[in-house]
């Protein structure tokens, strides 16, 4: 009897160590203690929220993912791991028990909740999520669900993903949603010169990204941006953290684009530098704006950008994988790139948006966040974490913020019955005092910000800064509109 007890114990340890998956090298990084990192989103529903309705939800389809049913085991070497365990989804989905008959102002309430779970340190014996119902109505919603997942489960084009796949058409209560296509331009037919372009793209890309790494090596030796009213001294701990959001609408950002013949991306950059450029040249006491203007021309500005380096994955793929409860090669498979912001007093706003498509146009030539993410894994592979968390830290250190951007759903979708007003989430973490995240839903674009209050004592007056450069941007695009039609 003791011999068959103790074969069982033997073959469930066996099973339970091959279950057992080592973190990516991304993954690592993110549960160090210098580079701890979180993800908060909140998702805004159109009618009152239905917990029982969601916690099944959850059950037939996030659980099925290991690693929202495994917890993260750092060995005594440093290393980490994905380890299986059982999961209670009640005990991660929260209903708190308030009063909002004496909520005063909702949106504050909002604001002042989502900074305090953002300021909790997630309980690592567990499953790294928590998902908060809250059926209070706001500005922009009648109920809410803010969840916290830590970064080490995925990236954002994963979460989002899974966040889509999770949901389905209000139209079509059947159908997945969908995401903006990316067009793709038809290549010249002409093989004469098929040949020739291609060296020299080739030449170019070469070039551009020894060019680009060269900048990097600097950065990680001894070039750190200017010290700004937006950056933490270097070795600073993040002593607390607010999140804060404002939606606009994503039609003005479409406009300028047209207009200006641009991505997406480039104006939401542009916008992201006449913001930062309005709000520090009020920090500035000079009363000459020539004054202004030369101390913004002095300053080094810069934002880690994390780009997604796998194939795009399709959300019917996901689906299947959740409904049969399979495996999925998903989680953080981003590299980094460094990119200057052009931070000056400009008479034409639009300039912001050449400037922003002028960099963008270099970075997409350079392969340094792939050659970056390469990088990561042979160093931590030849010396080990502990000089990868130092390397990554500086990079982080030597610059000022964090910039990225998430292309959400182009039509309604309901969140396991719950019809969806908006999307928004921030990534948390590192040393960085400011981290700008952008999301969109449908017509609107959520512009998230991630503050340190020691560094950034009024984040609502940046944003405020944000917003107002979008309109100010958006009336010289139509400006230029008219010109063009009269011409």
């Known amino acids: 009897m003791y011999t068959m007890k103790k074969g069982k114990d033997m073959a469930k340890e066996e099973q339970e160590t091959a279950a057992i998956e080592p973190l ?278 810069r934002g880690t950008v994390f780009v997604n380096l796998r194939a795009d994955t399709k959300l019917e793929d996901l689906a299947n994988m959740m409904a049969k409860g399979s495996k999925c090669r998903w989680g953080n498979f981003v590299g980094v790139i460094i990119f200057p912001l052009w931070v000056r007093s400009e008479d034409d706003p639009l300039e912001y948006v050449r400037r922003a498509k002028s960099t963008m146009d270099i970075k997409k030539l350079s392969i340094e966040s792939l050659i970056c993410y390469g990088l990561i894994k042979l160093t931590r592979k030849i010396f080990g974490g502990k000089v990868v968390e130092t390397l990554v830290r500086r990079l982080f250190d030597h610059t000022t913020l964090t910039f990225s951007n998430v292309m959400g759903p182009d039509e309604d979708i309901s969140f396991f019955d719950h019809p969806m007003s908006y999307v928004a989430a921030s990534a948390l973490g590192g040393p960085q005092a400011l981290i700008i995240h952008y999301v969109t839903y449908v017509n609107k674009i959520v512009i998230n910000l991630a503050v340190d209050t020691s560094v950034i004592r009024d984040p609502h007056l940046l944003c405020d800064d944000l917003v107002e450069s979008l309109h100010i941007i958006k009336l010289a695009a139509m400006e230029k509109g008219v010109h063009k039609m009269e011409v």
């Not at 993954?27 to 239905?50: A, D, E, K, M, W």
């Not at 567990?126 to 706001?138: S, Y």
């Not at 922009?140 to 916290?148: C, D, M, V």
Request: charged share 25%.
């Open 24 to 301: 990516s090298p991304v993954s690592q990084l993110f549960v160090s203690p210098s580079l701890y990192c979180f993800i908060i989103f909140t998702l805004g529903f159109q009618t009152r929220c239905n917990p029982s309705t969601i916690v099944e939800g959850v059950k037939n389809t996030w659980i099925k993912l290991p690693r929202f049913s495994s917890k993260v085991e750092i060995k005594k070497n440093g290393k980490a791991s994905w380890v299986p365990v059982s999961v209670r989804v009640e005990d991660h989905v929260v209903v708190p028990d308030l009063d909002y008959s004496n909520i005063e102002n909702p949106d504050q309430f909002i604001e002042d909740y989502t900074s305090k779970l953002a300021n909790t340190p997630m309980d690592m014996s567990r499953p790294l999520w928590e998902l908060h119902l809250l059926n209070i109505k706001t500005s922009n919603a009648e109920s809410l669900a803010i969840g916290k997942f830590h970064h080490s489960l995925g990236d954002g084009m994963s979460l989002i993903s899974l966040l889509l796949a999770s949901s389905r058409k209000t139209s079509d209560p059947d159908a997945l949603p969908t995401t903006a296509a990316t067009r793709k331009h038809a290549s010249s037919n002409k093989k004469s010169w098929w040949l020739v372009g291609r060296f020299w793209f080739m030449i170019r890309i070469i070039f551009t990204t020894v060019v680009e790494l060269f900048k990097y090596l600097l950065t990680l030796c001894f070039m750190r941006d200017t010290k700004t009213p937006l950056m933490c001294k270097t070795g600073d701990a993040i002593r607390s953290r607010k999140v804060i959001h404002r939606i606009v609408s994503f039609d003005d950002v479409k406009l300028v684009k047209n207009n200006m013949d641009m991505k997406v991306n480039d104006v939401l950059l542009g916008m992201t530098q006449a913001g930062l450029s309005r709000y520090l040249s009020r920090k500035y006491d000079e009363d000459m704006v020539v004054e202004k203007k030369k101390n913004l021309e002095k300053i080094r500005l």
